[in-house]
């Protein structure tokens, strides 16, 4: 039982009448020789951590070593608490603050879950976190939901890339948020295909978003793109739990997002030399970090 493509995936679900999770289940037996229970616990360990993460970000007050990014989270989050009535409801609200929390605790050296990367770590606990609290999910369904959101990313990452220095944000905040998206429906009861079709919307949405952290370090636009990726995830799966379809299929889009990303200037792929790194704000920001070198990193 293998996969690398999105409809071999739905191919085997249908067979076997079974969920993303449980295929990926099966295939993580078979490829590594690991037990249900051996998986099971990797994930629990990775909830825990992305639990910690989140709520050190929404109640401590966090400086990232830089200085440029710190304290947005829990300032969302005693907003949210003190109007009631956020612009954006509880539940959006909460995704974005949560999210925002975990890139915190990532720029402060803290300890996170670089799912799929350090740079999007936040879309997937901001978005299943904020989830499990409003629609009182246990911590096995979430941990099953790790599992599709792995299968998600292994098959992005077989077929085009997760990383920013390769394939500009898209690829990076794309794919959290393609993973985030297909465990929110799945969670909500929607069907394996309505997954993917709210994974394909994800990276649609964000096609073509450049990578350009200021002063090279993964805090600022990364932490605004975390609470924008886990918008994104709620959005798509709302649009496809709706019965709403992807007119191109999640597996071309996963492939036209790997062409933007390579046709994309390197001066856009996490180098720091473009976009709003290249401001006159953004260098000199970089300057008052790293002083007059060259190089950021
Ligand atoms: S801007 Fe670049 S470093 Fe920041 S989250 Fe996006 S891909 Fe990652």
Redesign the pocket.
């Known amino acids: 039982m293998n996969f690398s493509k999105g409809h071999e995936l739905l191919d085997l679900c249908k067979e076997h009448n079974k969920k993303i999770y449980e295929i990926m289940i099966e295939r993580e037996k078979i490829i590594s020789g690991t037990t249900e229970e051996e998986i099971k616990a990797a994930m629990r360990e990775s909830l825990e951590i992305m639990k910690a993460s989140v709520n050190k970000g929404l109640t401590e007050n966090i400086k990232s070593v830089s200085g440029l990014i710190g304290g947005a989270a829990k300032k969302l989050e005693d907003r949210r608490e003190k109007v009631r009535q956020p612009v954006c409801g509880s539940i959006m609200s909460k995704a974005i603050s949560r999210s925002m929390a975990v890139l915190e605790v990532n720029a402060a050296m803290g300890k996170i879950v670089a799912a799929p ?1 350090a ?2 770590s936040g879309i997937i606990p901001g978005t299943l976190i904020t989830l499990a609290e409003e629609f009182n999910i246990d911590d096995e369904r979430l941990i099953e939901g790790l599992i599709t959101a792995s299968a998600v990313g292994m098959i992005i990452s077989k077929n085009a890339t997760v990383a ?1 220095a390769e394939g ?2 898209q ?3 794309g794919s959290a948020a393609a993973m985030a998206a297909a465990v929110t429906v799945e969670l909500m009861g929607g069907s394996p295909e309505a997954s993917l079709h709210a994974a394909a919307m994800c990276i649609k949405n964000i096609l073509g ?5 200021i002063a090279g370090l ?1 805090e600022s ?2 932490e605004n ?2 609470a924008l990726g886990a918008a994104n995830a709620l959005i798509s799966a709302e649009i496809a739990l709706a019965g709403v379809t992807s007119l191109i299929p999640f597996d071309e889009v996963v492939d036209t997002m790997y062409k933007v990303g390579r046709s994309l200037p390197m001066e856009l792929r ?1 180098t720091a030399l473009g976009g709003l790194a290249d401001t006159p704000t953004g260098r000199r920001l970089k300057e008052e970090i790293f002083g007059n070198k060259k190089e950021s990193r």
């Open positions: 990367t740079g999007s920013g500009g944000c690829a990076e905040t978003l450049v990578c350009d952290p993964v636009p990364c793109r975390n996490e």
